[in-house]
């Protein structure tokens, strides 16, 4: 009988703290199981104290597993300090805690806050006992056997991304996974299948191993753009026996290009709402493809060129100063960017003020 067990990849989690999960799964022996739960998270969204030479924060993990056929709990809760020698709106902390779990299926609770705001990830986990089987596989931009990474196992370090995109100039991905209770009859096959379609296959016969693993590294360029899944498939008496899968996406030259322009219209140029006439909004909402609103907007804007005889509208880099201040400035936690805040409006709108008085409170 075939097991097919589709790893869930990176979670994202909910309310005002977003931060990401990626779980990996190995087998301690006797029956439990070894999770690392990486994870990522902004450094903005917690409050940083500044000392004389650094800066610091802190904020708070609980986690709880709960066994859904023995109603076992195992539950916990730490505080996460940090210290950083300076830090931008791009910061970010990456980190890892790991958890030992019997077999048997888990309902998973995640949550990270600070004494104002909390973020929260639920999920389900299934570990379970087959000879042989494999573990999680663990996808990455690069390994080391020098331990220039944080997390270690089997004397590598793993480079760990999240969420799972390679962007060139990344070429190739970096798998590890680990092997249990091989008798020596059985065959491994990987493949890489995009859309339903096999692009890539590869076999080979494994030898006896009651505990082992494999690393190794597979070019992703020559298969295009797009999402992928990297499957692992045990072939016993000429059937699957059991099998795994890891998804991942991957972005060409060609599409980071394309998708930045479309980006950089869809954040700033599309954001029309606070100069436009309502007829215009209108208008500029019928439209559905993409390539339409571009050349709306390049239309529209030219009224607002303060020196139409130059090939440059500065009056486009003055909008995504000010969007980008509003942002910056006057959002409302992750529930609501600054440029919809009535502050953010009239700082579009109008620009910089002429003064800025500024009082704290005890």
């Known amino acids: 009988m075939i097991k097919l067990l589709l790893f869930v990849s990176v979670l994202i989690s909910k309310g005002s703290i977003e931060f990401y999960v990626y779980p990996f799964t190995v087998y301690s022996g006797d029956g439990v199981f070894t999770t690392h739960y990486f994870y990522t998270l902004n450094v903005t969204q917690i409050p940083i104290e500044s000392k004389r030479e650094y800066e610091e924060g ?40 790991s958890v030992n779990l019997d077999k048997g299926e888990y309902e998973s609770f995640i949550r990270f806050s600070t004494r104002a705001k909390l973020g929260e990830v639920k ?44 962007i060139y100039p990344d070429t190739v991905v970096y798998y590890y996974y680990e092997l249990y209770g091989f008798e020596g009859d059985e065959k491994i096959i990987y493949e890489i ?31 295009g753009s797009g999402e992928m899944e990297f499957r692992v498939k045990i072939i016993k008496n000429g059937e699957v026996h059991y099998e795994k899968s890891e998804s991942f996406a991957y972005y060409s030259e060609k599409v980071i290009r394309e998708r930045s322009i479309r980006e950089f219209y869809e954040n700033y140029l599309f954001f029309i709402d606070y100069f436009a006439k309502s007829d215009e909004i209108s208008a500029f ?78």
């Open 123 to 166: 999920f389900r986990q299934s570990f379970e006992l087959k000879y042989p089987f494999i573990s999680d596989i663990l996808i990455v931009p690069n390994i080391s056997k020098e331990g220039k990474y944080f997390f270690k196992i089997q004397n590598i370090s793993f480079n760990i991304r999240m969420p799972l995109e390679f």
């Open 193 to 223: 299948v995009k859309e339903g379609n096999i692009l890539y296959s590869q076999e080979e016969k494994v030898s006896t191993i009651e505990k082992g693993f494999t690393s190794g590294r597979i070019p992703i360029c020559r298969f």
């Open 285 to 362: 909402r019928s439209i559905k493809d993409f390539e339409g609103k571009k050349l709306f907007v390049q239309k529209f804007w030219k009224e607002y060129d303060p020196d139409p005889s130059t090939q440059v509208n500065e009056f486009i880099y003055e909008l995504i100063d000010r969007i980008k201040f509003a942002d910056q400035n006057f959002s409302l936690g992750l529930k609501r960017k600054g440029r919809f805040t009535d502050r953010g409006r009239i700082y579009i709108k109008y620009g910089k003020p002429a003064e800025v008085e500024s009082s704290y409170g005890g």
């Open 58 to 97: 802190e904020f708070y993990i609980e986690v709880l597993f709960k066994n859904l056929h023995t109603g076992r709990r195992v539950e916990d809760r730490w505080t996460k300090k940090f210290k950083l020698s300076g830090h931008t709106e791009l910061t970010k902390i990456y980190d890892v805690f």
